[in-house]
T-cell receptor, first 116, second 112 residues
Framework: EAGVAQSPRYKIIEKRQSVAFWCNPI?????LYWYQQILGQGPKLLIQ??????VDDSQLPKDRFSAERLKGVDSTLKIQPAKLEDSAVYLCASSLWGGGTNTEAFFGQGTRLTVV | DAKTTQPNSMESNEEEPVHLPCNHS???????IHWYRQLPSQGPEYVIHGLTSNVNNRMASLAIAEDRKSSTLILHRATLRDAAVYYC?????????????FGAGTRLFVKA
Protein backbone atom coordinates (compact mmCIF):
# COMPACT_ATOMS: atom_id res chain seq x y z
CA GLU A 1 0.00 0.00 0.00
CA ALA A 2 1.46 3.36 -0.99
CA GLY A 3 1.92 5.85 1.82
CA VAL A 4 1.19 9.55 2.02
CA ALA A 5 3.18 11.35 -0.65
CA GLN A 6 4.43 14.89 -0.22
CA SER A 7 6.42 17.18 -2.48
CA PRO A 8 8.77 18.85 -2.57
CA ARG A 9 10.94 17.38 0.19
CA TYR A 10 12.90 20.60 0.62
CA LYS A 11 12.27 24.23 -0.30
CA ILE A 12 14.28 27.38 0.30
CA ILE A 13 12.65 30.74 -0.41
CA GLU A 14 13.21 34.36 0.48
CA LYS A 15 10.84 36.12 2.83
CA ARG A 16 7.81 37.65 1.16
CA GLN A 17 7.89 35.02 -1.58
CA SER A 18 5.14 32.47 -2.09
CA VAL A 19 5.38 28.70 -1.76
CA ALA A 20 3.06 25.74 -2.22
CA PHE A 21 3.20 22.20 -0.89
CA TRP A 22 1.40 19.22 -2.32
CA CYS A 23 0.03 16.11 -0.59
CA ASN A 24 -1.44 12.91 -1.99
CA PRO A 25 -3.08 10.91 0.82
CA ILE A 26 -3.51 7.16 0.98
CA UNK A 27 -6.24 6.04 -1.41
CA UNK A 28 -9.64 5.98 0.25
CA UNK A 29 -8.68 8.14 3.22
CA UNK A 30 -11.36 10.75 3.72
CA UNK A 31 -9.63 12.74 6.45
CA LEU A 32 -6.55 14.81 5.61
CA TYR A 33 -4.45 16.92 7.99
CA TRP A 34 -1.74 19.53 7.53
CA TYR A 35 0.69 20.11 10.39
CA GLN A 36 3.50 22.57 10.95
CA GLN A 37 6.47 21.31 12.96
CA ILE A 38 9.00 23.87 14.12
CA LEU A 39 12.40 22.48 15.09
CA GLY A 40 12.32 20.96 18.57
CA GLN A 41 8.52 21.08 18.91
CA GLY A 42 5.68 18.68 18.33
CA PRO A 43 3.56 18.98 15.17
CA LYS A 44 0.91 21.70 15.31
CA LEU A 45 -2.36 21.08 13.47
CA LEU A 46 -3.03 23.74 10.85
CA ILE A 47 -6.08 22.38 9.06
CA GLN A 48 -8.19 19.24 8.87
CA UNK A 49 -10.30 18.21 5.88
CA UNK A 50 -13.06 15.66 5.68
CA UNK A 51 -13.31 14.84 1.98
CA UNK A 52 -13.18 18.32 0.40
CA UNK A 53 -14.69 20.18 3.34
CA UNK A 54 -12.78 21.97 6.08
CA VAL A 55 -13.47 20.55 9.54
CA ASP A 56 -11.01 22.59 11.59
CA ASP A 57 -8.78 25.47 10.54
CA SER A 58 -8.69 27.30 13.85
CA GLN A 59 -4.90 27.41 13.98
CA LEU A 60 -4.31 28.30 10.34
CA PRO A 61 -2.92 31.86 9.94
CA LYS A 62 -5.48 32.79 7.34
CA ASP A 63 -3.88 36.09 6.42
CA ARG A 64 -1.04 34.22 4.73
CA PHE A 65 -1.83 30.50 4.69
CA SER A 66 -4.43 28.80 2.54
CA ALA A 67 -5.24 25.18 1.81
CA GLU A 68 -7.57 23.36 -0.49
CA ARG A 69 -8.54 19.81 -1.21
CA LEU A 70 -10.28 19.74 -4.51
CA LYS A 71 -12.25 16.59 -5.32
CA GLY A 72 -11.52 15.29 -1.87
CA VAL A 73 -8.21 13.66 -2.77
CA ASP A 74 -4.99 15.69 -3.24
CA SER A 75 -4.38 18.79 -1.21
CA THR A 76 -2.19 21.87 -1.48
CA LEU A 77 -1.03 24.20 1.26
CA LYS A 78 0.11 27.67 0.24
CA ILE A 79 1.95 30.41 2.08
CA GLN A 80 1.81 33.92 0.64
CA PRO A 81 3.85 35.91 1.62
CA ALA A 82 6.28 33.82 3.66
CA LYS A 83 7.89 35.07 6.86
CA LEU A 84 11.07 33.92 8.55
CA GLU A 85 9.05 32.27 11.33
CA ASP A 86 7.37 30.00 8.77
CA SER A 87 10.58 27.97 8.54
CA ALA A 88 9.47 24.50 9.60
CA VAL A 89 8.61 21.02 8.37
CA TYR A 90 5.11 20.81 6.92
CA LEU A 91 3.58 17.39 7.44
CA CYS A 92 0.57 15.92 5.72
CA ALA A 93 -1.36 13.02 7.23
CA SER A 94 -4.46 11.06 6.33
CA SER A 95 -6.80 8.59 7.96
CA LEU A 96 -9.86 6.58 7.16
CA TRP A 97 -13.25 7.84 8.14
CA GLY A 98 -14.36 4.87 10.16
CA GLY A 99 -17.84 6.17 10.82
CA GLY A 100 -17.01 6.56 14.48
CA THR A 101 -14.45 3.80 14.79
CA ASN A 102 -11.08 5.22 15.67
CA THR A 103 -8.32 4.65 13.14
CA GLU A 104 -4.69 5.64 13.02
CA ALA A 105 -3.29 8.56 11.06
CA PHE A 106 -0.57 7.98 8.49
CA PHE A 107 2.04 10.68 7.93
CA GLY A 108 4.13 11.68 4.96
CA GLN A 109 7.81 12.48 5.27
CA GLY A 110 7.14 16.20 5.21
CA THR A 111 8.42 19.23 3.35
CA ARG A 112 11.22 21.16 5.02
CA LEU A 113 10.78 24.88 4.34
CA THR A 114 13.56 27.35 4.98
CA VAL A 115 12.72 31.04 4.67
CA VAL A 116 15.77 33.30 4.39
CA ASP B 1 -8.72 20.34 23.60
CA ALA B 2 -7.54 17.88 26.21
CA LYS B 3 -3.79 18.08 26.87
CA THR B 4 -1.14 15.51 27.65
CA THR B 5 1.95 15.84 29.84
CA GLN B 6 5.08 13.82 29.20
CA PRO B 7 8.67 13.98 30.49
CA ASN B 8 10.96 15.84 28.11
CA SER B 9 13.41 12.98 27.82
CA MET B 10 14.20 9.50 29.09
CA GLU B 11 17.14 7.20 28.79
CA SER B 12 17.26 3.43 28.52
CA ASN B 13 19.80 0.69 28.04
CA GLU B 14 19.56 -1.53 25.00
CA GLU B 15 17.68 -4.80 25.53
CA GLU B 16 15.93 -3.46 28.64
CA PRO B 17 12.24 -2.56 28.98
CA VAL B 18 11.18 1.07 28.76
CA HIS B 19 8.12 2.60 30.38
CA LEU B 20 7.10 5.95 28.91
CA PRO B 21 4.49 7.75 31.06
CA CYS B 22 1.79 10.17 29.98
CA ASN B 23 -0.68 12.17 32.05
CA HIS B 24 -4.00 13.24 30.56
CA SER B 25 -6.13 14.30 33.50
CA UNK B 26 -8.67 16.21 31.35
CA UNK B 27 -9.42 13.30 29.02
CA UNK B 28 -13.04 13.00 27.96
CA UNK B 29 -14.97 9.77 27.81
CA UNK B 30 -14.75 9.54 24.03
CA UNK B 31 -11.05 10.39 23.62
CA UNK B 32 -8.79 7.62 22.38
CA ILE B 33 -5.20 7.46 23.67
CA HIS B 34 -2.74 7.18 20.81
CA TRP B 35 1.02 6.89 20.78
CA TYR B 36 3.13 7.90 17.82
CA ARG B 37 6.87 8.08 17.45
CA GLN B 38 9.04 10.20 15.24
CA LEU B 39 12.43 9.10 14.05
CA PRO B 40 14.92 11.75 12.87
CA SER B 41 13.91 13.34 9.55
CA GLN B 42 10.75 11.24 9.35
CA GLY B 43 7.07 11.92 9.82
CA PRO B 44 5.43 10.50 12.94
CA GLU B 45 4.45 6.84 12.78
CA TYR B 46 1.67 5.10 14.64
CA VAL B 47 2.66 2.86 17.55
CA ILE B 48 -0.47 1.85 19.42
CA HIS B 49 -3.81 3.13 20.69
CA GLY B 50 -6.49 2.25 23.19
CA LEU B 51 -9.66 3.49 24.83
CA THR B 52 -10.04 1.78 28.20
CA SER B 53 -8.37 -1.62 28.17
CA ASN B 54 -4.69 -2.43 27.97
CA VAL B 55 -3.49 -3.18 24.45
CA ASN B 56 -0.65 -5.17 22.95
CA ASN B 57 0.75 -5.24 19.45
CA ARG B 58 3.98 -6.27 17.83
CA MET B 59 5.64 -2.95 18.59
CA ALA B 60 4.60 -2.21 22.15
CA SER B 61 2.07 -2.46 24.95
CA LEU B 62 -0.20 0.26 26.26
CA ALA B 63 -1.26 0.26 29.88
CA ILE B 64 -4.20 2.57 30.67
CA ALA B 65 -5.05 3.58 34.22
CA GLU B 66 -8.48 2.64 35.47
CA ASP B 67 -9.55 6.30 35.67
CA ARG B 68 -7.98 6.91 32.22
CA LYS B 69 -6.10 9.94 33.52
CA SER B 70 -2.74 8.42 32.70
CA SER B 71 -1.21 5.79 30.47
CA THR B 72 2.15 4.12 29.92
CA LEU B 73 3.74 2.97 26.71
CA ILE B 74 5.87 -0.09 27.27
CA LEU B 75 8.66 -1.12 24.92
CA HIS B 76 9.57 -4.59 26.08
CA ARG B 77 13.16 -4.64 24.82
CA ALA B 78 14.57 -1.34 23.67
CA THR B 79 16.82 -1.35 20.63
CA LEU B 80 18.93 1.43 19.17
CA ARG B 81 16.29 1.82 16.46
CA ASP B 82 13.74 2.77 19.12
CA ALA B 83 15.56 6.04 19.79
CA ALA B 84 12.95 8.62 18.79
CA VAL B 85 10.52 11.21 20.10
CA TYR B 86 7.40 9.51 21.47
CA TYR B 87 4.13 11.41 21.46
CA CYS B 88 1.15 10.61 23.63
CA UNK B 89 -1.96 12.03 21.96
CA UNK B 90 -5.62 12.21 22.80
CA UNK B 91 -7.56 11.64 19.62
CA UNK B 92 -11.00 13.12 20.03
CA UNK B 93 -13.77 12.89 17.54
CA UNK B 94 -14.98 16.01 15.83
CA UNK B 95 -17.56 16.39 13.12
CA UNK B 96 -15.23 15.36 10.35
CA UNK B 97 -13.21 12.55 11.76
CA UNK B 98 -10.69 12.42 14.57
CA UNK B 99 -8.72 15.42 15.73
CA UNK B 100 -5.08 14.61 16.46
CA UNK B 101 -3.31 17.15 18.66
CA PHE B 102 0.35 16.64 19.54
CA GLY B 103 2.24 17.77 22.64
CA ALA B 104 6.00 18.14 22.96
CA GLY B 105 6.68 14.43 23.36
CA THR B 106 9.40 12.45 25.15
CA ARG B 107 12.77 12.05 23.51
CA LEU B 108 14.00 8.51 24.21
CA PHE B 109 17.73 7.89 24.23
CA VAL B 110 18.88 4.26 24.01
CA LYS B 111 22.38 3.36 25.14
CA ALA B 112 24.25 0.40 23.70
Amino acid sequence: EAGVAQSPRYKIIEKRQSVAFWCNPISGHATLYWYQQILGQGPKLLIQFQNNGVVDDSQLPKDRFSAERLKGVDSTLKIQPAKLEDSAVYLCASSLWGGGTNTEAFFGQGTRLTVV
Amino acid sequence: DAKTTQPNSMESNEEEPVHLPCNHSTISGTDYIHWYRQLPSQGPEYVIHGLTSNVNNRMASLAIAEDRKSSTLILHRATLRDAAVYYCILRGRNTGGFKTIFGAGTRLFVKA
